[in-house]
């Protein structure tokens, strides 16, 4: 078992991913600018946000939102904006990451990181701003009802501070985690999955139709997607490709970083992203018992993946 | 004339400034915590961000926004949770501020900046932290309609990004604001003089009962406040008294900053503070005719104050 790679071990739909979502997330985002005609001399720093914006990827967290919208019988192209939003948010995290004080990264996604091709002061601003442009554009373009798009927003904001994606950067960069399996799971949900649960809640909280019960059963897939998201990269950064990667594999053993790896070892850490799978498909069969293709393809992607 | 001090220039309503709405805010600040209970390790960055947000200071921001609900005839209490966020937001914009790869400022009124007390990393994500946690805390407890919550929080992030806060920070240190007087007050119109305006903007969007004549009146004198503002703030890094600035005057020189005493020498400076502080009394007159102490006592305490 030990020398299966994930891909080898479950049934699967395949190499399969809601490319037709991704497309529609890429052109959405290529069309996006952020200076207003009023605004001179930001031209630099529009470019080092588009820079990383557009850096490619399989935008997993924006498609989920959409894949969430369309399991719920829903038009994709409604949750345009607050996907976007959690495109940028992501965007903005990883320039963060890669700063000289966190991770220190040169390459990204195959490219010289957005500190190295900028400057790390234009990097910073560069995070801070696709930050405060996620929060603007989704407040100005996202449609819905006022309460509902107060409670998707309110999501977002509480899925990226102290709570989540932010406090679990610090438990990470600062070892603070709690010791044993469940800080090293606490470390994870906060810091990836609180936004991978967001894409995924989000667009339910824009449907103000949907009862506590849905939402309870669509938490419980987004909380074991989150934690699978997060095991399988654990994983690559152990056995990955680098030119598949777009970065140097081992930089976790490299920073000493906590992993499901360096907790569990390879073999358990391939037991536990299966047993996640499997947790994954059953709480989404819950969540949507009519049926989610795109939704189940991400989960199977998001568990085959070898990038 | 050269030698006046702004204090001596203009009539006024003396040293006031109304305490008792600073007093209210600060007791405010204190109560605030940020991590929930289930959120574990986190307590080094909450106290990293409590560190920097309850550093003292007029809360000019905070404070404007009370004031502006009492101008409208409003318990200024309804605006607590968005005139925290001002405070965090301005809190995190300092502390991103004075990374060594922004001003490189090891003090802050009178302590250690964020990164020299808890390292660079970690002042990152208390900047970050701040940001995400004033979004989250006006969404959470900020009472009100929903669309006006809504266009309040919009102008939030619409005045911390690339077209304001962010932008103007940017147009600093990348030196790429367009030359002349009006390039100077275009970086400044976005550094200090977005949030400023949103200090006042925001109460008045969370009531939904004024007319779009009474907005754009307090638009006018929320621009000449920002202006203001930064005319003052300028003199003072040139003039100003260490001890009571709590940091090192003459860091904008050594920084090669665009100020208004760099572009137009310190005795222009102080007339164009008088005039900017008259154009912002009256258009203050025309915002609220039936009189607003205590933005009148902030306006005039922008002009004359000495940190």
Redesign the interface.
Known sequence: MSTDAPAETAPMSGDAYPDDLRREVERYLERLT???A?????A???EA?RYSLLAGGKRIRPVLALATARALGRDAAEVLPIAAALELIHTYSLI?DD?P??DDDDLRRGRPTCHRAF????A??A???L???A??HV??QQRG???A??AA??E???A????????G???D??H???EGAD?LR??HA?KTGRLIGASIMCPLLLDPTRGPATIDAFRSFANELGVLFQIVDDILDVVGDDDALGKTHGSDERLGKRTYVSEFGLERARELAAESHRGARAALAKAAPGGAAELAQITDFIYTRTS
Chains 1, 2 share one sequence.
């Not at 009023?38 to 930001?42: E, F, K, L, Y």
């Not at 400057?119 to 234009?122: D, F, P, R, S, Y």
Request: without cysteine.
């Open positions: 952020f200076a207003d009023a605004t001179t001399g930001v630099g720093l529009e946000m963060h700063l004080a966190m400057g790390e002061n234009v910073i601003l995070g801070d701003g930050y405060a442009e929060f603007r407040l100005e009802e006022p309460a798009i107060l927003v309110r977002l904001a509480s990226t501070g102290i709570n989540g994606m932010v406090g950067q610090y438990l960069v600062a603070a985690a709690p800080g606490h470390l906060l």
